[in-house]
Structure formats: structure tokens, C-alpha cells
């Protein structure tokens, strides 16, 4: 039987493979698995959603779920995914609860949960809660039902945690802030305009409907125009449950997660705050950056694909930075997942400390152009197949230290993603569809 969860939750097309008597369960399995069983008080869990319409039917059966297994449940509404981390934190809850896709299309939706403190959750706990779902247990009654309250002031919370982290004044600064109709629509531009900054918020009119809709960190088009637009000092995007981040500078031209992490690496760098002077990345991230980092005597860690791999990196490490370069970033001495709103108050703040436009700190990343080839395959083992290895290690012999091959299978996907990076485009897009199609002949899909 396949493995429920995913790299980040379970999720699926609401209300067909994510059910109501799926989400209930999986809460029912949860509050018996995830809290200390030694406490002596009934748990507490704090459950939050971004505004999908399909979140208010999920949302209900969870609260249910949990609460007919004895678990007092805070609702905190819409509110983006980092944000129901900090406050699982913040309330001492055993643990929490956050209904969202991020910036998958509104038909999907997803339950992910974090352990107490906000952190994300280990395999071995996903494990458990599998483990535990359709098992036999004795129902409450009673007194011992659980109760449900609303966190009316949630939101207010975690606005002023944001603002408190941004580290330097925005006044001055101009910025288009896309919410991508999500869970970040009010908590995004409210933080920075208490931050000091000028504010044009776009895409931020939830519907329940049009959340990702060609709006967001996966389509910038809108944060482009909107920023030449209004003139702006530069634009910010974040995705549905707001737990990532892009930008553009002035011109439109755009700042990428590996642009950004740079840019954040050398500012705590530069206030002694960078734990070991390291950031950790993965292995997708631009050998740009490897360099940039290199060059200015800056550790890079390397993890797997997945913010997790990050997060347990980070922590392992005792390190303050990492993130992706789809804009996933963790602040360790501020947030316990990637956080895209902080992201971009951070991002703003260097911009206003140095006085120096977003185009000239992202110029310290000279990306080289990167090629992706999804290759469909009968067995993604053959990224590791002894022909294969051969023919990469050809091809990085051709690049000359000058680029780099990757060959990564699918976590979720019969797909071997084939990505190369090189001087020039053309010879990245030679080299990806040669090896391409040494994959594809290698294990034709079936």
C-alpha cells in the first residue's frame, strides 16, 4: 500500500482522494499518536487553513475528529501555514493543525501537521499516524469530549512576531505585495505596512475559488507589470499558504530563491547572526550560489530536494539559515518552517540598511543557465544504473568544472528529472536532452 504522506502532508483532490472520513481520520489518529502520553491534561491543538472553499468542509471534520477523540481544539481561521506553526508554539499546543495545498490549483487541498514547538513532522511520527488510522479506541463522553474555541486574535499575534523580526525599519520603500488570494491576503500587507513600508497589495480578494489562479510566487507575471506599474522599489510574491517567496526588482527582472538566500546569508553575515557562517541549500540550488557563497567565505550545506530535508539540517547543524530556491526560507531564530511573508520583510530590510536596490544584491548570484528535462520512466532506479552513471560523468568531464549534472527520481512521480547547468544555455539544453534520452532508452516507460 502506498505511503499516505507525502513530502509535505497529505494531499489530493478535495473531497474525492482528500475525503471528509479521510480528514477525520487522519485527526483522529493524530491526537492519539502525537501528544506525550504520559500528559495529564487532555491535548490541545491548534488548526488553521488558507481560504480555500474546500478548506471549511475539511476544517470541519477535523475539528470534529480531533475533538471526539478528546482534544481541545483553538481555531485560528485563515492564516498562513507558518503562522499556524508559531502559534502551535506560542500556545504550548501538543500540536497543530494546517489545511492547505500551498500553491497547488484550487480543486486540491492537503492536511499537514507539526509536532509541538511548530515543527514539521518526522517520517517516524507520519508513520504513526498511518499506523493508527481505522484502529479500534475507546470513544469519550461526556466531560471528556473534547472542546472547541476560536483564537479571535491569532492573526494579531503573528503580524507582530513578523514586524518584531523584520530587524530594520522599511521607511522609504515602495512594494507591490502579490497574496496570491491566500491565506497571506490580510496578514502580508498589514506586516509591512507596520514595518514602515508603502504598500500596493494585489491578488489579495479570497474568493475561495481563485487562490494560485495565475497569481503568486508560480506565476509573477502580475507582480512584474504591477511593479513597473506603480514604480515600486521592488515586489514580493508569496504562494497560497504563504510559506514561500519570490521577488522582482524595479525593472520586473526576477530575484529567485537562490538570489534571495544570498542576500540574507551575507546581511547575517554581516551582523554576526549567520551560526557558523554556513546556509544550507539543496542540491537543486544554482551553482551560482555554491560560488557566491564560496567567494564570500560562506559555508553551503547541502540537503535533498524538500524543505524538510532542510529543516532537519538546520536543526542537526545548529545552523540560522537555509531554504530552496523555490523560496522556501527558514529563519531557525524566527520560524520553524519556511516563511514567506518574514522572507520578504528581511528582504526589505537589507534593501533599506544598505540603501542599495534589490538588482545590485541579487547581481552576488551570477546564475548559470539551468536546463530540467522530466524523463517518464518504467523504473527510477536507472538513475542509478552503471551506463547511466557513465554517461554523467562523461558529460561533466565535457563541462569542465564549468557547469554541473544532476539526475534526481521522483519522490511522488514514475519520473528521473535530469537537470544541467552550464556556461550557456544552448550547451545545458544539449547535454540535458542527450542525457535525456540515455535515460528514456535505458527504462522506456511502460
Keep these: 500500500m502506498a505511503r499516505l504522506f507525502g513530502t509535505d502532508g497529505v494531499r489530493g483532490l478535495a473531497n474525492a482522494d482528500l475525503s471528509p472520513e479521510l480528514a477525520l481520520s487522519l485527526a483522529v489518529a493524530a491526537a492519539h499518536t502525537l501528544p506525550d502520553p504520559d500528559r495529564e491534561q487532555p491535548p ?18 477535523v475539528v470534529a475528529g480531533l475533538a471526539s477523540a478528546g482534544a481541545n481544539v483553538v481555531r485560528v481561521g485563515v492564516l498562513p501555514t507558518p503562522g499556524v506553526a508559531y502559534l502551535t508554539a506560542e500556545v504550548r499546543a501538543d500540536f497543530g493543525v494546517m489545511i492547505s495545498a500551498s500553491h497547488n490549483p484550487m480543486p486540491d487541498n492537503g492536511i499537514k501537521f507539526f509536532a509541538a514547538g511548530g515543527h514539521k513532522l518526522t517520517d517516524e511520527q507520519e508513520d ?9 479506541w475507546t470513544r469519550p463522553t461526556g466531560a471528556q469530549v473534547g472542546r472547541v474555541h476560536d483564537l479571535l486574535d491569532g492573526a494579531e499575534h503573528y503580524t507582530t512576531h513578523l514586524v518584531q523580526a523584520t530587524g530594520h525599519p522599511l521607511a522609504g520603500l515602495k512594494v507591490v505585495v502579490d497574496c496570491a488570494h491566500g491565506a497571506a491576503s490580510d496578514v502580508a500587507p ?38 513597473v506599474e506603480h514604480g515600486a522599489h521592488l515586489g514580493i510574491a508569496v504562494d497560497g499558504d504563504a510559506d514561500r517567496c519570490l521577488a522582482v526588482d524595479a525593472s520586473g527582472a526576477e530575484v529567485d530563491g537562490d538570489q534571495i538566500m544570498a542576500i540574507l546569508a551575507l546581511a547575517m553575515r554581516d551582523a554576526g547572526a549567520l551560526a557558523n557562517d554556513t546556509l544550507v541549500a539543496t542540491v537543486m540550488s544554482n551553482l551560482g550560489l555554491r560560488i557566491a557563497m564560496r567567494e564570500a567565505g560562506i559555508t553551503l550545506v547541502e540537503t535533498k530536494v524538500g524543505d524538510r530535508y532542510v529543516l532537519e539540517e538546520l536543526r542537526a547543524g545548529g545552523f540560522s539559515l537555509g531554504g530552496e ?113 540515455d535515460v528514456r532508452a535505458a527504462s522506456p516507460a511502460v
Excluded: Y
Excluded at 500596493?200 to 474568493?207: F, G, L, R, S, V
Design 128 to 136: 504513526a499516524i498511518e499506523a493508527a488510522l481505522g484502529a479500534t
Design 44 to 61: 490541545l491543538v491548534v488548526v488553521g487553513r488558507d481560504p480555500r472553499a474546500s478548506g471549511e468542509m475539511l476544517e470541519a471534520a
Design 190 to 227: 498589514e506586516a509591512f505596512r507596520e514595518a514602515g513600508a508603502e504598500v500596493i497589495a494585489i491578488n489579495a480578494e479570497p474568493d475561495g475559488l481563485n487562490i494560485n489562479d495565475e497569481c503568486g510566487a508560480t506565476h509573477l507575471g502580475p507582480l512584474k507589470a504591477a511593479v
Design 325 to 437: 530556491q523555490s523560496g522556501h526560507v527558514v529563519f531557525t531564530e524566527h520560524a520553524t518552517t519556511g516563511d514567506g511573508v518574514l522572507t520578504g520583510l528581511r528582504l526589505l530590510a537589507r534593501v533599506a540598511q544598505t540603501g542599495k536596490p534589490l538588482a545590485e544584491l541579487a547581481a552576488v548570484v551570477n546564475r548559470l543557465p539551468q536546463v530540467l528535462i522530466n524523463v517518464r520512466v518504467a523504473d527510477k532506479a536507472v538513475a542509478r544504473a552503471p551506463e547511466i552513471l557513465a554517461v554523467v560523468a562523461a558529460a561533466e568531464a565535457q563541462l569542465h568544472g564549468s557547469g554541473r549534472v544532476l539526475l534526481r527520481p521522483s519522490g511522488t512521480e514514475q519520473l528521473v528529472r535530469v537537470m544541467v547547468e552550464a556556461a550557456s544555455e544552448d550547451i545545458a539544453q544539449k547535454i540535458a536532452e542527450d542525457i535525456a534520452a
